[in-house]
């Protein structure tokens, strides 16, 4: 269960919905701002929540470097409003590290937190009725790919 700090500074359980996160590099650094549409409509249809949206740089010598948001283009990026409180422990900066160094050299890369509010209710039903979530584990997309296109799905 995530712990979120309510502004009156005490841990109070909350229900969320699952927490995940997304590297996205651009070889040679050239983001666009032409994958902002995608996670633009699922916050707007309330699909998701935007956690944390951190951008960096990793250099041909492996040095790791933080792009500031103030510092790009605003309609090159997803609009989120940042979630009342502080939600702790999701991208700090060790987590910025280990994630950049799977950046190649010579890109930069977006790096997105996001809560599955869809799934709240399923969280609060499941907490509700006693059960308790045991597995969650995110299928790789070519293996569902591959699995879907096997059974016949037009996509």
């Given at each position: 269960?995530?712990?979120?700090?309510?502004?009156?500074?005490?841990?109070?359980?909350?229900?969320?919905?699952?927490?995940?996160?997304?590297?996205?590099?651009?070889?040679?650094?050239?983001?666009?701002?032409?994958?902002?549409?995608?996670?633009?409509?699922?916050?707007?249809?309330?699909?998701?929540?935007?956690?944390?949206?951190t951008f960096v740089h990793r250099a041909e010598d492996g040095?790791?470097?933080?792009?500031?948001?103030?510092?790009?283009?605003?309609?090159?990026?997803?609009?989120?409003?940042?979630?009342?409180?502080?939600?702790?422990?999701?991208?700090?900066?060790?987590?910025?590290?280990?994630?950049?160094?799977?950046?190649?050299?010579?890109?930069?890369?977006?790096?997105?937190?996001?809560?599955?509010?869809?799934?709240?209710?399923?969280?609060?039903?499941?907490?509700?009725?006693?059960?308790?979530?045991?597995?969650?584990?995110?299928?790789?997309?070519?293996?569902?790919?591959?699995?879907?296109?096997a059974a016949g799905f037009a996509g």
């Open positions: 269960m995530l712990l979120a700090i309510n502004p009156s500074g005490e841990d109070t359980p909350v229900a969320v919905g699952p927490v995940e996160y997304l590297v996205v590099a651009f070889p040679g650094s050239r983001f666009t701002g032409a994958i902002v549409p995608a996670p633009a409509e699922a916050v707007a249809s309330k699909a998701v929540r935007i956690l944390d949206l040095t790791l470097d933080l792009i500031e948001l103030e510092d790009l283009d605003p309609d090159e990026l997803v609009s989120f409003e940042p979630v009342e409180g502080v939600v702790t422990d999701l991208l700090n900066s060790e987590g910025i590290r280990v994630l950049g160094e799977q950046v190649p050299p010579g890109s930069s890369a977006a790096l997105i937190v996001w809560e599955d509010l869809w799934a709240v209710p399923l969280t609060a039903a499941v907490r509700a009725s006693g059960g308790q979530v045991v597995a969650h584990e995110r299928i790789p997309a070519d293996v569902a790919e591959a699995a879907v296109s």
